[in-house]
């Protein structure tokens, strides 16, 4: 069983930056993507960006974060990070790491297997 630990969230004013961290309990994204998504209530959750970890290749799709967020890995530590850059109040979210991808449907939730608890991100002023 893989756990997934985020941090990182917080109260932030439209314009900030603020970073994410992903850490595993164990050294479980060698052969795996890791992806980062978000949720608000009553809504789906929604792909944010992703990661190959042995290749390093990071993927960013039709995210909204596309050109302000960063997804980047630390091999040594077995971290994953999101750096979010110029936030919008519409950023805000319930922001979740996920690993264990059952396809290659990298932006796609329920084909994830394993899930953090998720770490709050609001931004307003």
């Known amino acids: 069983q893989v756990q997934l630990g985020e941090s990182g969230g917080g109260l932030v004013q439209p314009g900030d930056s603020l970073g994410l961290s992903c850490v595993a309990s164990?050294?479980?994204?060698?052969?795996?993507?890791v992806a980062w998504f978000r949720q608000v209530p009553g809504k789906e959750r929604e792909f944010v960006a992703a990661?190959?970890?042995?290749?390093?290749?990071?993927?960013y799709g039709d995210s909204p974060g596309r050109g302000r967020f960063t997804i980047a890995r630390d091999n040594a530590k077995n971290v994953v990070y999101l750096q979010m850059y110029r936030l919008k109040p519409e950023d805000t979210a319930v922001y979740y790491c996920?690993?264990?991808?059952?396809?290659?449907?990298?932006?796609?939730?329920?084909?994830?297997?394993?899930w953090g608890q998720g770490t709050q991100v609001t931004v307003s002023s």
């Open positions: 996920a690993t264990g991808l059952q396809s290659e449907r990298i932006t796609t939730a329920m084909e994830y297997q394993y």
């Open positions: 164990r050294r479980a994204f060698a052969d795996d993507a």
């Open positions: 990661i190959r970890w042995r290749s390093n290749s990071p993927f």
